[in-house]
Structure formats: structure tokens, C-alpha cells
């Protein structure tokens, strides 16, 4: 009778992954020809410039609200050195002690939740650490421990983040209610900042509902669909938005930043509100 036996794992004098021993012996690294290397170049310059951008938002503690418009950085406020909103969402939780700006608070939650999300883990894994650079091609990483190590083994969060992120989307859709005042703070008024609100909360609602989280949680454990049509039903449809999530996690994250920026041209006088209606 054969007897098993255990591989040793190549010393750090070996080379690893495809160069180790055992693997077929190709000089090549690869043997791809089309630029393999564009999207992720994009996908880098794409995360890094909002990266930059949203926390030079942050940061600054400045020109966040143009009545009746709030950024979805800065909302809801819960610094006690917030602008008055007038029945916005600004709720002093952190006394004169906070001196940080309040966006470093909130953000905590939506950038955590992007952070941990499988759509975006695929991406800078394979962007930022070349894990791997592109289908095909090898990573230059001698080995993979996984997800079962700090710091990785916090992606097991994204489950927790995606109930902050429901509180945050309903936030924003507040936000995007109030829009429809005016200046003065009386109703009925449309302007071109309530439809980029409007615009970036239903992007936000579509991204956030198309995780797959939110898939598992509607009916990832149902044994028999036919017991529980409405959470199948329900689970179908998250489904469907689950094959463009991708596709809703970029044009989520660039609403999000466009409609920040509306707000700080606002706020900072560049332009006024054009009325639509």
C-alpha cells in the first residue's frame, strides 16, 4: 500500500508560484500580445484619483452645504461645528473635542463598505498588489496566504458595513427629499442640484442592493424557493442587478464624487443653482 506523502514548501531560496519547481519551465512570463495592461492602469488611475479627491474633501471642513443641498461626504453631520442645515440631517454627537472634520467620520462607513466589497477586492488586488495583473498572466508574488490573516481577514467586515451602508443610502435619500426646497427653505422648488442628487442616491440604492451580500441575505439560504415566493422573488432581482454590479459600483463611485463637487461650486460661489422648475 502507498503511503502519502507531504510536500515541503520551497525555501526562500526557490522560486515561487509559477517559477516553482515542478511547473513547466516557460522563460516567458507571458505569452499575451493585446495591451493586457491597460484596464489595470485604469483601474488605478480610476481609485486613485477619487482616493485623492474625496479626502482633500474631507480634509478641508469647508463648503459642503449650498441650502438646501449637503454632500453625501458630509452627511449626516454629526460634528457640533457643523453648518446650520435647517431640518437637514446635523446631529452634534461629537462635542468641541472632535477637531477632525465630520466627513472623517461618516465616511468611515460607505468608503468601508466599497473597501470590502468583492467587486472592488478583485480590483485593486490585481491593480495596486498584482494579484494577478490580468487573466493570463502571472503575479510576480511568491505565495498567497488568502483572506485568513490580518489584514485581509478584516474583507470578512463587508457583511457589517453593507447594514451601515442601507442607514447611509436612506440618509442620502433624505438629503435628495430636501432638495426639492429652494433657498428659502419652502417646498416645490426643482433645481439642477436636485437631480444630481437625485441621480447619485438612485445609483447609490442600485449599487448597494446589488451586493452580494445583500443576494445572500435575501435567499442565499432558502432549501425551497417554492416555500417562500417573495424572497425568491426578491432574490431574482437582486440577482439581476448582481451580474451589472460592477458596472453600478464605478458609476456609483463617480455620482458620488460628481455630486460632492456640484455642492462645493455651490458653496463656494462659483455658481449659482440654475432653477428648472
Avoid at 482633500?56 to 453625501?72: E, G, K, Q, T
Amino acid at each position: 500500500m502507498a503511503t502519502g506523502t507531504t510536500e515541503r514548501p520551497p525555501s526562500p531560496d526557490q522560486p515561487g508560484g509559477v517559477r516553482a519547481p515542478g511547473r513547466a519551465a516557460i522563460k516567458a512570463r507571458h505569452l499575451r500580445t493585446d495591451r493586457w495592461w491597460v484596464q489595470p492602469t485604469a483601474t488605478v488611475a480610476g481609485l486613485m484619483a477619487f482616493i485623492i479627491y474625496s479626502a482633500w474633501r474631507a480634509l478641508i471642513n469647508d463648503d459642503y452645504y449650498a441650502a438646501p443641498y449637503v454632500s453625501p461626504f458630509y452627511s449626516p453631520c454629526l460634528g457640533s461645528d457643523c453648518v446650520d442645515m435647517k431640518g437637514g440631517p446635523n446631529v452634534a454627537l461629537f462635542g468641541d473635542w472632535w477637531f477632525m472634520s465630520p466627513a472623517a467620520i461618516i465616511l468611515i462607513f460607505p468608503l468601508g463598505f466599497r473597501f470590502t466589497c468583492y467587486y472592488y477586492r478583485k480590483s485593486y488586488y490585481r491593480s495596486f498588489w498584482a494579484s494577478p495583473p490580468s487573466c493570463a498572466v502571472a503575479e510576480p508574488h511568491k505565495t498567497y496566504t488568502g483572506e485568513n490573516r490580518f489584514p485581509l481577514i478584516l474583507q470578512n467586515l463587508h457583511r457589517y458595513f453593507f447594514y451601515a451602508a442601507l442607514v447611509v443610502a436612506a440618509i442620502l435619500t433624505y438629503d435628495a427629499i430636501l432638495g426639492f426646497r429652494n433657498s428659502d427653505y419652502e417646498w416645490g422648488h426643482v433645481g439642477l442640484g436636485t437631480l444630481v442628487l437625485w441621480a447619485n442616491v438612485v445609483l447609490i440604492w442600485l449599487y448597494t442592493l446589488s451586493c452580494h451580500s445583500c443576494r445572500h441575505i435575501v435567499g442565499g439560504r432558502l432549501r425551497h424557493f417554492s416555500k417562500h415566493p417573495v424572497r425568491y422573488r426578491a432574490w431574482g432581482w437582486v440577482g439581476k442587478l448582481n451580474a451589472r454590479h460592477a458596472q453600478l459600483a464605478w458609476a456609483s463611485l463617480i455620482s458620488v464624487g460628481l455630486a460632492d463637487f456640484y455642492v462645493f461650486l455651490l458653496a463656494s460661489g462659483a455658481f449659482d443653482d440654475p432653477m428648472l422648475f
